[in-house]
């Protein structure tokens, strides 16, 4: 058992107790070795062809079914549960969508959206998942868990049948559910963890389990390289045979590349021409299957590889039309001749990239045989043949070289001035995503105390080539001042600017320095999207609320704060009582006498009042709260419940609360910088009937406690403990207005 406070579940048909922690961050900066997984390899020997029949069936499923179970590893290895227990959730991660081997392959493969009846097949997977494993001898708590995956913790979706159902299959059910909503698809972007987080906390209660899906999100919530590494030695380390090590490296089957260790030189010189290459190369095999997408490819079109790879290539997919702008027709498609006749072909089109816009291509279209000159495949180059994108290349060369800056080589501060109105202009005119990410070297003063200005310079000049070498052309990569470096990314939605920030993170940290002894550097990140209503510098503004967010919760990290958390801002003003003459007191707004709240607390929460208004404003944007009155420090919210972001149940009669919220800076002692204090944001909440004929019942308390847990959810709030209420020190406000 661990060393944290708990509570037990004794799940149905299975021997060993769950431990499901409260939830309290707690220290996991070290792990006690695991029990190997030796077992775990040859029970996998036993079900190594089955998942090699999937893996060749559809790899994108066979990856999704590696994350979840690698997922389920990191919850185990979290909470130190019982190696028995980690190995009975693996394996049910591992092989809960091995029903799909059934499922025609043009039906996985397709990019598009399902039809009524192909979605029947579909959903019949998990009877066919469960013939399969019953013949291979699989637990029978595993066979149920999958074969009731799709069903709900309140039974609501049972037809009548009220059974619990098995501990594995509500932890399956979680961890499935968000690798779903965070990996891209080409009908939808990707979720960000924290979108994934709020959407099983919605469902919670209904479709999951409440007490799982919060030991999860604390797991997503606290995952360091430290647990990475753990589940990585725990895979890579199981006694596996060498076939399916190989399998499971680096995701294979949904990712383009292997291990570099174990690739061979001409692997990696066809991978790194590939990248490299102008042209856009798309390489198909005799079903249409699509095997290659290189980067250029994803410059020209937008679909990101991942997206991609392993789906039916049709026309439509990249919008092909002829070079007047008559779609080409399925029957038509160019690449199907050419497996057709196997006779190279060179023609122009017009695809139509993911922000909609129009451009022309050449394409080179070629069959790919064998040494025995049979047909393995098409392969497709896409080349830029527009004379204004031409143009304009030479242009943005041009001007580069008077606007760089001279140390680092990337745009200097006046040409980010200039180009950064135009850029907010651009995208809310073509209501196009777009996204400002901003980043500093990690603890630079030191580099410059340690080694010298001149090893600082080196520093700036290979964080510079890391944000340049990984940023897309299309990008705008600028030094800001000092140490902070500023990305412009066109076409690029707050999921995709995350993940850039996070790339460009792990690619620095793993750069040595040759000024600095061989040693790597680290650097924060705060993103946010641009939004219909920002001026200028507001996107920039909120980035940088975000990179101090990532400073101030131990750097080396991406924080977004999004733009749509500032929707509220106009309504914020519109809002304000006209009347001059009005009674502002903080009592006046809920009337004369005096009225119990029907919930309260007295909050904390680990970020600056800056950041905390604007999750504020997230609040009010998702609840579509009225905002009745404002103040510097204090705000009066009414509050539908059936349009806030809490947990609901069937019982629940329409109601409308007052929210009263007051905001006061407060300085913490004994955490944060080196005098021994961080600077938070302490929130005094009441939650009022919104009308006084609601009466205090037992229903409208429990409402309003939990839109009380959900207002703490969005502000990563806490109740003040006794113990920390001795740590609080009062900020000294010089002005009246408290500034």
Known sequence: MNHLDTTTIQPTGLGTTLFVPALVRPDRDDFPEQPSMT?????????????????????????????????????????????????????????????????PERILQKPS??????????????????????????????????????????????????????????????????????SEQSYRPAMTNEQALVELGRMSGRQFDPKLVASFAEVVTNSNDTLRRHVEARWLNSGMTGSMVHLFQHQVAAERSSNVAIQSLSQIFHRQMMDHMND?????DTEL?????????????????????????????????????????????????????????????????????????????????????TLRGGAMLLGDASEQAGLEEKLIELHTLATQDSLTKVANRSELNRRLPIFVREAQTTRKSASV????????????????????????????????????????????????????????????????????????????VAALKGKCMTASFGVSEIIATDAAEDPLERADQALLQAKQTGRDRVVSISGNDSTTANATKKSKPENKQ???????????????????????????????????????????????????????????????????????????????????????????????????????LEIFAGRNRDRRTDALVDQANRLRHSFQAYLVAHEISNEMRERLIPVYKPGADGR
């Open 39 to 103: 077992n775990l390899g040859h029970r996998l020997g036993v079900y190594l062809s089955l998942v090699i029949a999937l893996r060749a069936k559809h790899a994108p499923t066979a990856a999704h079914c590696l994350r979840v179970a690698q997922n389920l590893s990191a919850w185990g290895l979290y909470f130190q549960l019982p190696s028995e227990q980690i190995e009975q959730f693996e394996l049910a991660g591992l092989l809960h969508d091995i029903g799909k081997v059934g499922i």
């Open 113 to 182: 959206q399902l039809l009524p009846e192909e979605r029947v097949l579909v959903e019949d997977h998990p009877q066919m998942a469960v013939e399969i494993l019953c013949s291979a001898g699989v637990h029978p708590e595993i066979i149920e868990s999958i074969e009731h995956l799709a069903c709900w913790f309140d039974n609501s979706n049972r037809n009548g049948q009220s059974s619990p159902l098995p501990l594995t299959q509500r932890i399956l059910a979680i961890v499935d559910a968000f690798d779903a909503m965070t």
């Open 280 to 284: 856009g190369v798309i390489f198909v």
């Open 289 to 373: 299957r699509i095997l290659e997408w290189n980067k250029a490819a994803e410059h020209l079109t937008g679909l990101h590889h991942s997206a991609i790879l392993h789906t039916e290539w049709i026309p439509d997919l990249v919008g092909l039309s002829d070079e007047q702008g008559r779609a080409i027709a399925t029957e038509n498609c160019p690449i199907k001749s050419v497996l057709r006749t196997s006779q190279p072909a060179t023609r122009r089109f017009l695809l139509k990239q993911l922000s909609g816009k129009r451009l022309l291509v050449e394409t080179q279209l070629m069959p790919i045989l064998d040494d025995s000159g």
């Open 437 to 512: 990410l901003i980043c500093d070297i990690d603890f630079f003063k030191r580099i410059n105390d340690t080694f010298g200005h001149a090893a600082g310079d080196e520093a700036l000049k290979v964080f510079a080539a890391v944000l340049r070498d990984l940023s897309r052309n299309t990008d705008l990569v600028a030094r800001y001042g000092g140490e902070e470096f500023v990305i412009l990314c066109h076409d690029c939605d707050l999921v995709s600017a995350v993940r850039i920030g996070e790339t460009l993170r792990q690619r620095l940290q793993a750069t040595p």
């Open 582 to 684: 009005a009674n502002t007191s903080w009592l006046s707004w809920l009337g004369t006498g005096e009225v119990e709240p029907m919930a309260k607390a007295d909050l904390i929460s680990n970020v600056p009042r800056g950041i905390a208004i604007e999750k504020l404003k997230g609040f009010i944007a998702d609840s579509k709260a009225e905002i009745i009155h404002i103040e510097t420090e204090r705000v009066h919210l009414r509050v539908d419940c059936r349009n806030a972001p809490m947990t609901r149940r069937d019982a629940d009669r329409p109601t409308v609360f007052e929210i009263k919220i007051d905001l006061e800076d407060i300085d913490v002692a004994g955490i944060g910088r080196a005098d021994g204090i961080q600077r938070q944001t302490r929130l005094k």
